[in-house]
């Protein structure tokens, strides 16, 4: 469903992410860890076209993002670290543009209700985003990416600021995506959230992937056989460590 | 700057007192006013300008309001730093304001040459004096903001290493005193007295050349500019090429504004606590929430798929943040058109053609550029929320087009009423006034990608110094864009040809400005990231 190989990029001399390759497959959801400055967020931000990489090749559904860019972005979507909205446009709005931009309006006037429902926003449908907090931002950058066909969902901390409610709801529609043989990949820092929602996962450190895999196949690799994944995340990106 | 503005005054001083015919027309108490010593007194105008608002205040409120002191005092920039930022937006809109006056001089001779009017050759001279008045003026004011930004830059962030500095200005200076001191010694040597050798000086190439927006202000002070003279085209080419390479150096060493960026993000994150939040600012303007939420008819009608919804969502941006600002000078513009029309109709008063043309051409000038201005801060919005768009399936092209189209729409809405009432109302004139309304359209196009390419180059509008940029760079690259357009208006009013021809050949010369930039801003908006 996505391919990607030997992605590498360069903000002025430093490497961001440096030859980061992998495969997602279709009803699968990728964790995606690593401390601060591992180049997740770039990686991501690679994946969804907001970047250019300097090296490499990312298939998304057999597109390539470089050459046959609309065909690959139809396909994803992409909910960022800090959501970024339209000050001046309406909950509604807001929503409504995406959905036009997909053209996925009538599908958009259909489900609306019901998802704006699920987040606790129906009543703030003719707000001002800019009067939104940021945990409802969130919830509405999270709803933007459902509304509109994408089978491929990439999710840079999308938890952060969602309430205990909001969690559960994303939780949960990603595993009603997964069941629909959709995909997503999600960068986080909540390593019990990748441990119970995601099949495999990446561990990124200094923009490389070093390791991807299972927890089983972790645990097997490292030797740390009845370590959490915190405690062997630990161990391979402490500085020092090999 | 002091030295800029010594220079300036020994020059013009200079000038001054060695032209006899001024001086005797000063003793004799009498000075013909034609269209020369107009621009002349203009020019004097705005120096004074200029001096009022380089002087340093005494009083930091002169310069500041009082919400600029609240507001910057506090943050961790040096005070002088902002100070001087200020001073150069000023001096930028001194410009401005002198733009204004020089369109006034200029649409004063274009008017001749409008059809039906009778032309003599005198005229014609008049009016390509005009156009090279107002080019010099152009470039000795670009030669004063070079220097201003040179200095600017190099003090506030060391772009350009101390010893070159150092041997540059040295060169400079050296050049300007060795040629003073061989003239001053040919003309003592010759039994002439100092002026005189001053005077030759001052003519001579290189000099000439060394104090090129000097001279040419002391010139042009003294109305007596020879449009033919090398020196004026050289030293125009010199302060084009200067400015430009000037741009490309600077933009090459941005890496060196790291240090000013970490500062201005303390000052923006200060700056952001102490404003409102813009939706609540919008609001108020508008009034009511109800008015706030409701879009007009023309927005609500719309029915888009796909890449229009980006134009759907900018026209409700564009309509919430500034729709109350447009619709009050669409209004204000019907209301002049309308009224200019009763007083011909009711006082049975008698108005030339002329006029009426004039009137048409300043209306589609006053509309068009501040609101091409507003644009750039609507494109520097749109830019920052590059984000939300680049993953959204549309070609960067694509997108460049729709976001030009937009301001394109706004500059078209806000003139076509005014404009379509003109032409009834005063209809013996309505092809002409039509004519003129076709023609500022054509350029409207280049002169929004103009500013949208400059903008994606220095996008972050709170950032006094690419605001200036922006604002600086786009006003050079709209008219250097527009000089095809404007080169086959020229020999259209000369040789009065066909005017239907030459306005699809002026449209077709700006349509190849629009589409080179607009090509450029794509391939730059490919790898465009907004970064604070």
């Known amino acids: 469903m996505l391919s990607v190989s030997s992605l590498t990029k360069y903000y002025g001399s430093i490497k961001a992410a440096d030859a980061v390759s992998f495969t997602l497959y279709p009803g699968e959801i990728l964790g995606l860890v690593g401390p601060n400055g591992a180049g997740k967020?770039?990686?991501?931000?690679?994946?969804?076209?907001?970047?250019?990489p300097n090296e490499g090749r990312i298939l998304v559904g057999g597109y390539d993002l470089q050459k046959d860019d609309l065909a690959a972005k139809r396909l994803l979507a992409f909910i960022p670290e800090t959501p970024n909205h339209y000050d001046l446009l309406t909950v509604d709005e807001q929503l409504r543009f995406i959905a036009m931009c997909y053209d996925t309006i009538d599908e958009y006037d259909r489900k609306k209700d019901e998802l704006l429902d699920l987040y606790d926003l129906k009543e703030k449908k003719n707000t001002l985003?800019?009067?939104?907090?940021?945990?409802?931002?969130?919830?509405?950058?999270?709803?933007?990416?459902?509304?509109?066909?994408?089978?491929?969902?990439?999710?840079?901390?999308?938890?952060?600021?969602?309430?205990?409610q909001g969690q559960h709801s994303f939780k949960t529609e990603l595993q009603n995506l997964r069941a629909a043989h959709c995909s997503a990949i999600v960068s986080t820092h909540l390593l019990e959230t990748v441990e119970t929602l995601c099949d495999r996962f990446i561990i990124m450190d200094a923009g490389k992937n070093i390791f991807e895999g299972t927890l089983e196949e972790l645990q097997s690799r490292t030797d740390m056989h009845t370590h959490s994944l915190e405690e062997i995340f630990l161990h391979l990106t402490t500085r020092g460590n090999d | 700057m002091t030295i800029l503005i010594v220079g300036y005054l020994l020059t013009y001083l200079i000038m001054m007192f060695h032209n006899p015919g001024l001086s005797q027309n000063l003793k004799a108490g009498s000075i013909q006013i034609d269209s020369q010593s107009t621009l002349a007194t203009l020019t004097f105008a705005h120096?004074?300008?200029?001096?009022?608002?380089?002087?340093?205040?005494?009083?930091?409120?002169?310069?500041?309001?009082?919400?600029?002191?609240?507001?910057?005092?506090?943050?961790?920039?040096?005070?002088?730093?902002?100070?001087?930022?200020?001073?150069?937006?000023?001096?930028?809109?001194?410009?401005?304001?002198?733009?204004?006056?020089?369109?006034?001089?200029?649409?004063?001779?274009?008017?001749?040459?409008?059809?039906?009017?009778?032309?003599?050759?005198?005229?014609?001279?008049?009016?390509?004096?005009?156009?090279?008045?107002?080019?010099?003026?152009?470039?000795?004011?670009?030669?004063?903001?070079?220097?201003?930004?040179?200095?600017?830059?190099?003090?506030?962030?060391?772009?350009?290493?101390?010893?070159?500095?150092?041997?540059?200005?040295?060169?400079?200076?050296?050049?300007?005193?060795?040629?003073?001191?061989?003239?001053?010694?040919?003309?003592?040597?010759?039994?002439?007295?100092?002026?005189?050798?001053?005077?030759?000086?001052?003519?001579?190439?290189?000099?000439?050349?060394?104090?090129?927006?000097?001279?040419?202000?002391?010139?042009?002070?003294?109305?007596?500019?020879?449009?033919?003279?090398?020196?004026?085209?050289?030293?125009?080419?010199?302060?084009?090429?200067?400015?430009?390479?000037?741009?490309?150096?600077?933009?090459?060493?941005?890496?060196?504004?790291?240090?000013?960026?970490?500062?201005?993000?303390?000052?923006?994150?200060?700056?952001?606590e102490r404003t409102r939040n813009p939706a609540a600012m919008a609001r108020d303007q508008m009034g009511d929430k109800k008015k706030f939420l409701r879009l007009p008819w023309f927005i609500r009608m719309l029915r888009v798929k796909r890449s229009g919804a980006i134009f759907w969502r900018d026209m409700i941006i564009t309509w919430r943040s500034s729709g109350q600002f447009m619709k009050g000078f669409h209004s204000f513009l019907l209301l002049v058109v309308v009224g200019s029309w009763l007083y011909t109709f009711l006082f049975h008063r008698l108005v030339a053609d002329n006029i009426i043309l004039f009137g048409s051409a300043m209306m589609m000038f006053t509309i068009g550029f501040p609101l091409v201005l507003v644009a750039v801060v609507g494109f520097s919005k749109t830019l920052q929320m590059v984000d939300v768009l680049k993953p959204l399936p549309f070609s960067a092209k694509k997108v460049v087009s729709i976001h030009i189209f937009t301001w394109m729409a706004v500059i078209y809405a806000m003139t076509f009423l005014p404009f379509i009432t003109a032409s009834v109302l005063f209809s013996h004139l309505w092809y002409k006034i039509l004519y003129i309304l076709l023609l500022g359209w054509s350029f409207a196009p280049t002169f929004i990608s103009a500013?949208?390419?400059?903008?994606?180059?220095?996008?972050?509008?709170?950032?006094?110094?690419?605001?200036?940029?922006?604002?600086?760079?786009?006003?050079?690259?709209?008219?250097?864009?527009?000089?095809?357009?404007?080169?086959?208006?020229?020999?259209?009013?000369?040789?009065?040809?066909?005017?239907?021809?030459?306005?699809?050949?002026?449209?077709?010369?700006?349509?190849?400005?629009?589409?080179?930039l607009h090509n450029l801003s794509a391939k730059k908006y490919v790898n465009f990231v907004f970064t604070d």
């Not at chain 2, 005092?73 to 150069?88: E, I, Q």
């Not at chain 2, 930004?149 to 070159?164: A, C």
């Open chain 1, 41 to 52: 967020t770039t990686t991501l931000r690679c994946l969804c076209g907001i970047l250019t």
């Open chain 1, 129 to 164: 985003v800019a009067e939104l907090s940021k945990g409802m931002k969130q919830k509405l950058a999270i709803i933007g990416a459902m509304i509109h066909r994408a089978s491929i969902f990439l999710c840079d901390e999308p938890m952060i600021g969602l309430d205990p």
């Open chain 2, 47 to 272: 120096l004074l300008i200029l001096l009022y608002i380089i002087s340093p205040p005494k009083k930091m409120y002169r310069i500041f309001t009082e919400s600029d002191i609240a507001n910057l005092y506090p943050v961790p920039l040096k005070r002088w730093r902002v100070f001087r930022f200020f001073l150069f937006s000023r001096t930028y809109l001194s410009i401005f304001f002198f733009m204004g006056i020089m369109a006034l001089n200029l649409s004063l001779a274009i008017r001749s040459f409008l059809p039906g009017i009778v032309i003599d050759v005198q005229a014609q001279t008049q009016f390509l004096e005009m156009i090279f008045y107002a080019i010099l003026i152009v470039v000795a004011l670009a030669g004063l903001m070079f220097w201003r930004l040179v200095l600017d830059i190099r003090s506030s962030f060391s772009l350009i290493p101390k010893y070159t500095f150092v041997v540059l200005m040295s060169s400079y200076f050296a050049l300007i005193a060795l040629c003073v001191c061989f003239h001053s010694y040919q003309a003592a040597s010759s039994g002439f007295d100092l002026n005189t050798g001053l005077n030759t000086a001052a003519n001579t190439q290189p000099l000439s050349l060394a104090l090129a927006p000097f001279g040419l202000f002391a010139d042009l002070l003294l109305g007596r500019f020879n449009i033919l003279s090398f020196s004026n085209f050289f030293s125009f080419m010199f302060w084009i090429t200067l400015c430009a390479s000037g741009y490309i150096v600077l933009r090459s060493h941005s890496s060196m504004l790291y240090e000013y960026a970490s500062v201005l993000t303390d000052f923006r994150a200060q700056m952001k």
């Open chain 2, 451 to 516: 500013f949208f390419l400059v903008t994606l180059h220095n996008p972050d509008q709170e950032d006094p110094i690419q605001r200036i940029y922006v604002l600086f760079f786009g006003v050079l690259l709209s008219f250097l864009a527009s000089v095809p357009a404007i080169i086959i208006m020229v020999v259209e009013l000369l040789l009065h040809l066909n005017k239907v021809l030459f306005l699809l050949l002026i449209i077709a010369a700006n349509f190849v400005s629009f589409r080179i």
